[in-house]
């Protein structure tokens, strides 16, 4: 592996943040406290960015960049029972093409897929370069004796989610990555009716259909949702020619109700979105879809222009398109102050009482008043096309935010309107999830993750946001506070505490509870696992990595034998540490994460093997001729 010289400036290459080189098969672990039964035979698993595949790292490096790493935890059933727990840490590269293309050789210095932060923040000539590059040197990996041909550009480095047999890896610049539990062995790429390495025989296309452009149409969110009754996979895909987005409702092999569709729905366009958006994430209920259309666009066009490829413009509104799950054609549009979602919560159904009056759709998500958790490593101030108008105007913030959408019926004269928007707390939340079985429907409790140190979840230049504090809101019990007291409009709040007040409360029933890490330890996003029989929606489980920042050396750099851990806390109480489970090495503050349980695992569509770095090994050092010459050229002189 080459050796990485980092640049103590950039704080995605410091400290956790700093990728690692190491991976491991599962290796037993070390824990204190008691593992829950409830955990017994399932796994987590965390992806997140670790560009290691470069000699120099320099400023342009992102939290957003980098290979897919997984990095999980299996608790193994043992002993002559099987009700012994002995949990086993295992993290693998996503061994996606350019990983593969990238791994050994020695001819690239630096990453093949352009970093976000150039992208943000470089100058017209770096924007370009950067993006001509990466097509040449995926051109070039075709010719005789390249490491390995790179067919797709993504990284597999965001979320995980599981889906009809499989375990995916997620990342808005591809489509989505199979991988095998628990060992996280890279299947192949999924493409929406099957995935690489299977032995399925499928000549039918499936995400971004044939042609020139269905490379760029099979790009798939970083946060595609399943169904917990139905088992559909539900997806959009953003890109840079019209119509911009589109979308995609893949049902189970065998659909749980004979309501379900059968057969799979590819690329279906949403009307109405007249520019390409940078979209990451989106609501979905059980009988909705919610697509954000927000001031955040990402157009190569506008390097015309000399303005960044990604950029914010506060002038502009934001517009969500709401329609029926299986008809995008169906679309209605609500349109409101500019804003900032990357993560949504949940979103639910509720049928209005009046005949007269169609359904409402809910949406609860983090909403940011500015992109600075973008731009927060990149030296540059965020441009607009003028004055922001004081009706617009917000203070820099980030809340759990809710919105209510009333939908028209048809032959109704009422038009689409949002009844209802603004924030549930003042507290800057992220992150957010659930209990993954209420999803899509009316669940009480969300769980976030927040800083005390920061306070809108975005940082200053040359600095990050860690988390420091977990917690648990009862969403329903705020919004019922709003409906019958309801605050300003758009920028109002319900409960207007600081964090420190929370902290403080000992009401038993705060509909905000907080779980604080101890001074110099970090967390990362938590996954709620639901207790065997649970006497209610909260009883369960929070499964967290974690990091003590003690283990830093003076230069902010991580000792070589600095380790994580993995803390499995009580939701219920949001107090207790149950169990912590000493990990053989660290894990870089990273995305998203998701638990696998045993029943999935056990459930795994078979696979005839995996992808690896081995058979590319012989390529490297093999000269083919002519176009070997070429090809080890170009790539020479790529960099």
């Not at 059980?286 to 001031?295: E, G, K, S, V």
């Not at 990402?298 to 329609?323: H, I, Q, W």
Request: charged fraction near 20%; glycine fraction near 8%; proline fraction near 8%.
């Amino acid at each position: 592996m080459a050796k990485i010289t980092r640049r103590p400036e950039n704080p995605y290459l410091a400290g956790n943040f700093a990728p690692v080189s190491q991976t491991r098969a599962l290796t037993p672990c070390p824990h204190t406290g008691t593992i829950p039964s409830d955990l017994a035979g399932g796994q987590y698993v965390r992806n997140g960015g670790n560009p290691i595949e470069s000699k120099e790292l320099g400023r342009d490096v992102h939290w957003f960049d980098g290979d897919g790493m997984l990095s999980g935890v299996l608790f193994r059933r043992t002993g002559p029972t099987s009700q012994q727990i002995v949990p086993e840490f295992v993290n693998q590269f996503v061994q996606t093409d350019v990983y593969l293309n990238a791994t050994g050789n020695e001819n690239l210095k630096r990453r093949v897929v352009p970093s976000i932060a150039t992208l943000i923040g470089g100058s017209f000539f770096a924007i370009c370069w950067s993006i001509v590059r990466g097509f040449i040197l995926a051109f070039i990996s075709r010719l005789p004796g390249s490491p390995f041909v790179i067919k797709k550009m993504s990284v597999a480095n965001t979320a995980v989610v599981y889906h009809d047999g499989r375990a995916l890896a997620t990342c808005e610049s591809g489509p989505p990555m199979r991988f095998q539990l628990p060992g996280l062995e890279t299947v192949g790429w999924f493409n929406g009716r099957k995935a690489e390495n299977e032995p399925i025989v499928s000549k039918e296309s499936g995400f971004g259909g044939d042609g020139l452009l269905s490379f760029f149409k099979e790009w798939t969110t970083g946060h595609p949702k399943v169904d917990p009754v139905t088992k559909e996979f539900i997806s959009f895909h953003a890109s840079t020619s019209a119509p911009f987005v589109e979308y995609s409702v893949i049902p189970p092999e065998s659909p749980a109700s004979p309501k379900t569709p059968s057969q799979p729905k590819f690329n279906l366009p949403v009307p109405g979105i007249k520019s390409p958006k940078m979209m990451h994430d989106f609501g979905v209920s059980r009988q909705h879809t919610i697509i954000m259309d927000l001031p955040l666009s990402l157009n190569p066009l506008k390097m015309l222009a000399g303005l960044p490829v990604v950029s914010y413009d506060k002038t502009e509104n934001s517009r969500f398109g709401v329609f029926p799950r299986h008809h995008p054609e169906k679309v209605q549009w609500f349109e409101t102050n500019p804003c900032v979602i990357f993560h949504t919560a949940n979103s639910w159904d509720i049928e209005s009482e009046d005949p007269k009056e169609g359904p409402s759709v809910c949406l609860v998500a983090c909403r940011h008043t500015s992109a600075a958790i973008v731009y927060e490593t990149a030296a540059l101030e965020i441009k607009e096309t003028g004055p922001v108008p004081e009706d617009l105007y917000e203070d820099e913030q980030t809340r759990l935010y809710y919105y209510r959408f009333g939908m028209e019926l048809p032959g109704s004269t009422l038009q689409p309107t949002i009844h209802s928007q603004w924030g549930l707390s003042a507290i800057p939340f992220e992150f957010p999830v659930l209990s993954p079985a209420l999803e899509m429907r009316e669940a009480r409790y969300i769980y976030c993750c927040s800083s005390t140190r920061s306070a809108s979840f975005t940082a200053g230049l040359g600095k990050v946001v860690k988390i420091t504090c977990l917690a648990k809101v009862d969403v329903q019990t705020l919004i019922k506070r709003g409906e019958d007291d309801p605050p300003e409009e758009v920028k109002g709040c319900v409960d207007n505490r600081p964090m420190e007040e929370v902290l403080q409360s000992t009401d038993p029933d705060d509909p905000i509870k907080l779980f604080a890490f101890p001074d110099g330890w970090y967390a990362q996003e938590a996954r709620f696992v639901p207790r065997v029989g649970g006497a209610s929606e909260d009883d369960g489980w929070l499964l967290t990595y974690v990091f003590d920042e003690s283990q830093l050396l003076a230069s902010g750099e991580c000792a070589e034998n600095a380790i994580s851990e993995l803390w499995i806390i009580d939701a219920l109480s949001m107090k207790d540490i149950v169990a912590r489970i000493k990990l053989p090495q660290r894990v870089p503050y990273g995305l998203h994460g998701a638990w696998f349980s045993e029943d999935e695992i056990a459930g795994q569509r078979p696979v005839d093997g995996f992808r690896s770095v081995s058979p590319k090994e012989e390529a490297l050092k093999t000269n083919h001729g002519l176009l070997w010459h070429i090809r080890d050229f170009l790539e020479k002189r790529l960099g």
